[in-house]
């Protein structure tokens, strides 16, 4: 107030007086919300230098600082949707999910457990921001949760292929993709070595003919799933032959071979 000289401020046990005592005006940190008081005195204009009577006494109502929690960061496969969870907001006037990166859509932006729906190609990180604006004149507050989109496993068998019931197949044009592992199975009565690779071989069983379904299950990256490819082996006997009954004849004369296979 004009004329009026050494004010004295006191606050409430809720905050600090951070600058400005003895000043016409003062600085407040205040670090407990609600219901708070702050009184000043000072002395009159010279020469008087009277005091107040009573001290000015100023209600103050301090709104709490707003909070916002995201959530955990989390990892989806490829083509799944997400649901938020675990997010919380606290203090707020209002409050709304927003994407900060990511090409899929978020839908129930305004509640708490928003969906995110990549599109069908995207993989990699998408960033989701909760932003909150603060109760009074508190300054807005935001909080965001990563989503790994992890790509699919991918995989091919090969084409089926042929082989003799007495030699070997290896399979060399398997491939693979995304995987944490993979395995091979067969539905025939033969060994299969190095079936945890994409190139095993196979050795016939005794006697072992027809078509042999060969299955490779890749698994995916957790959480993705796994898949199954396959291709058909044909075993093939071995070729037989047979040159007739043995015969003799005498020397200088032809003989026509009859009954060979």
Same mark, same amino acid.
């Given at each position: 107030?004009?004329?009026?000289?050494?004010?004295?401020?006191?606050?409430?046990?809720?905050?600090?007086?951070?600058?400005?005592?003895?000043?016409?005006?003062?600085?407040?940190?205040?670090?407990?919300? #609600?219901?708070?008081?702050?009184?000043?005195?000072?002395?009159?204009?010279?020469?008087?230098?009277?005091?107040?009577?009573?001290?000015?006494?100023?209600?103050?109502?301090?709104?709490?600082?707003?909070?916002?929690?995201?959530?955990?960061?989390?990892?989806?496969?490829?083509?799944?949707?997400?649901?938020?969870?675990?997010?919380?907001?606290?203090?707020?006037?209002?409050?709304?999910?927003?994407?900060?990166?990511?090409?899929?859509?978020?839908?129930?932006? #305004? +509640?708490?457990?928003?969906?995110? +729906?990549?599109?069908?190609?995207?993989?990699?990180?998408?960033?989701?921001?909760?932003?909150?604006?603060?109760?009074?004149?508190?300054?807005?507050?935001?909080?965001?949760?990563?989503?790994?989109?992890?790509?699919?496993?991918?995989?091919?068998?090969?084409?089926?292929?042929?082989?003799?019931?007495?030699?070997?197949?290896?399979?060399?044009?398997?491939?693979?993709?995304?995987?944490?592992?993979?395995?091979?199975?067969?539905?025939?009565?033969? +060994?299969?070595?190095?079936? +945890?690779?994409?190139?095993?071989?196979?050795?016939?069983?005794?006697?072992?003919? #027809?078509?042999?379904?060969?299955?490779?299950?890749?698994?995916?990256?957790?959480?993705?799933?796994?898949?199954?490819?396959?291709?058909?082996?044909?075993?093939?006997?071995?070729?037989?032959?047979?040159? #007739?009954?043995?015969?003799?004849?005498?020397?200088?004369?032809?003989?026509?071979?009859?009954?060979?296979?």
């Amino acid at each position: 107030e004009p004329g009026k000289q050494s004010y004295a401020w006191t606050v409430s046990a809720g905050g600090t007086i951070t600058g400005g005592q003895g000043n016409d005006s003062i600085v407040i940190d205040w670090n407990t919300p #609600g219901p708070q008081t702050v009184s000043v005195t000072y002395l009159g204009a010279s020469p008087s230098d009277c005091p107040p009577v009573t001290p000015t006494v100023y209600n103050v109502n301090v709104a709490p600082v707003p909070v916002a929690h995201a959530g955990n960061d989390t990892t989806i496969c490829q083509g799944q949707a997400i649901t938020v969870l675990g997010a919380l907001v606290s203090n707020e006037a209002s409050y709304s999910w927003q994407v900060i990166s990511g090409s899929g859509v978020l839908t129930d932006a #305004g +509640t708490i457990s928003p969906t995110y +729906t990549p599109t069908a190609a995207e993989t990699g990180d998408v960033i989701l921001s909760l932003n909150v604006t603060g109760l009074s004149t508190c300054s807005p507050v935001a909080d965001q949760v990563t989503i790994h989109i992890l790509p699919m496993v991918t995989a091919s068998a090969g084409p089926d292929n042929t082989v003799c019931q007495t030699g070997t197949f290896t399979v060399t044009s398997a491939v693979a993709d995304h995987y944490s592992s993979l395995v091979w199975t067969t539905s025939g009565t033969g +060994t299969l070595t190095d079936a +945890t690779t994409l190139t095993p071989t196979y050795q016939p069983g005794t006697g072992e003919t #027809g078509a042999v379904v060969f299955t490779l299950t890749a698994f995916g990256n957790s959480p993705c799933g796994s898949i199954t490819r396959q291709f058909t082996l044909t075993v093939k006997p071995p070729a037989k032959g047979n040159a #007739g009954p043995s015969t003799k004849i005498c020397d200088g004369s032809t003989f026509a071979l009859t009954g060979a296979v």
